[in-house]
C-alpha cells in the first residue's frame, strides 16, 4: 500500500512540474497590423467598413487581413492568412471580407506592393463621381500621382452591388491601378498601396486630408485658380520620412496615451 502511495504522490507531483503548452508566438508584423487597423480607425479612414492589409515578407505569395469586422475592434487573434486567390491557408473563407479579393488580385499584380488600404471615405467619394480630378494641393501628398484613376465596376461587370466579389472584378481593380499608389472607386470609395505598412497608413490618410484641402481651395477659389503642386515639388515631397513620425504619433494615440 505504501509503494502505491508513493507512486501517485510521484505521478501528481510531476503532473503538476508540467511545462505549461507553448503558447503560440504572434508575428511582430501581425502585431503592427494589428496597430494599422487601429490607427486608421481612430483618424477616420477606416470605420465599421474597410480594411487593411500586410503582405508576408518571408512568403510573398501570402498576405495577413482580418476577419470580417470593424477595423477599431481588430486583435491579433482575429488575423487571417491568405493566399493570392484570397483562400484562407487555414480556417474558412465565410470569416473573412467579402472584398478580400482586392488585396489578393493587387498582391498578385504588383510584388512592389506590400500593403494595401481600402476605405469608404467620404472626403474622396465626391473625386470618383466627379469630372474634377484628384490632384496634390499640400506636400504631405506629394505622392499622389496625377491623375489619380478612377475604377468604375460597371465597365468590368455592369450592373452590381458595386463590391469587388471575385477575383475578376479584382483583377480589373488593379488594372485600373496599374503602378500607382492609389486608385478611387467610383461611388465606393479608393485603394492605397504601398512598399510597407507605415507607408500605406500615412498615404491613406494623407490622401483623404488632400482631398478635404482641394475641396476647401475649390471652394475659396470659387471658379479661380487652385495652384495644385507642380510635378518636380510633388517628385520631391512625396517620400517624407515615409511617415515614421506620423506613425510613432498615431500610435500612441490610438493606445490612449
Not at 487593411?52 to 482580418?66: G, I, M
Request: aromatic share 8%; net charge neutral.
Amino acid at each position: 500500500m505504501k509503494w502505491i502511495l508513493m507512486a501517485w504522490t510521484a505521478a501528481l507531483a510531476a503532473a503538476q512540474t508540467k511545462a505549461p503548452a507553448a503558447v503560440k508566438k504572434v508575428p511582430p508584423l501581425v502585431e503592427e497590423l494589428v496597430v494599422a487597423n487601429h490607427i486608421l480607425a481612430r483618424e477616420g479612414v477606416l470605420d465599421a467598413y474597410g480594411h487593411v492589409s500586410v503582405r508576408d515578407p518571408a512568403n510573398p505569395n501570402r498576405f495577413w487581413l482580418a476577419r470580417h469586422m470593424a477595423a477599431g475592434t481588430v486583435t491579433a487573434s482575429d488575423i487571417i492568412e491568405y493566399d493570392l486567390d484570397s483562400k484562407p491557408v487555414n480556417g474558412d473563407a465565410s470569416a473573412g471580407y467579402t472584398e478580400r479579393f482586392i488585396h489578393g488580385e493587387i498582391y498578385r499584380a504588383r510584388p512592389d506592393v506590400m500593403a494595401i488600404v481600402h476605405c469608404h471615405s467620404p472626403d474622396l467619394i465626391p473625386f470618383g463621381v466627379a469630372s474634377v480630378p484628384l490632384r496634390p494641393v499640400f506636400h504631405m501628398a506629394g505622392f499622389l500621382e496625377v491623375p489619380v484613376p478612377v475604377f468604375d465596376i460597371r465597365e468590368a461587370a455592369g450592373m452590381t452591388d458595386m463590391l469587388i466579389r471575385n477575383p475578376e472584378l479584382g483583377k480589373a481593380l488593379a488594372k485600373t491601378l496599374g503602378q500607382r499608389p492609389a486608385a478611387l472607386m467610383r461611388g465606393h470609395g479608393a485603394v492605397v498601396v504601398a512598399p510597407g505598412l507605415h507607408v500605406v497608413v500615412g498615404r491613406a490618410y494623407y490622401m483623404n486630408m488632400n482631398a478635404r484641402l482641394q475641396w476647401q481651395a475649390m471652394t475659396l477659389a470659387a471658379g479661380g485658380q487652385v495652384k495644385y503642386l507642380d510635378p518636380e515639388e510633388a517628385q520631391k515631397t512625396g517620400a517624407q520620412d515615409g511617415f515614421e513620425r506620423a506613425w510613432d504619433y498615431w500610435k500612441q494615440q490610438a493606445a490612449g496615451k
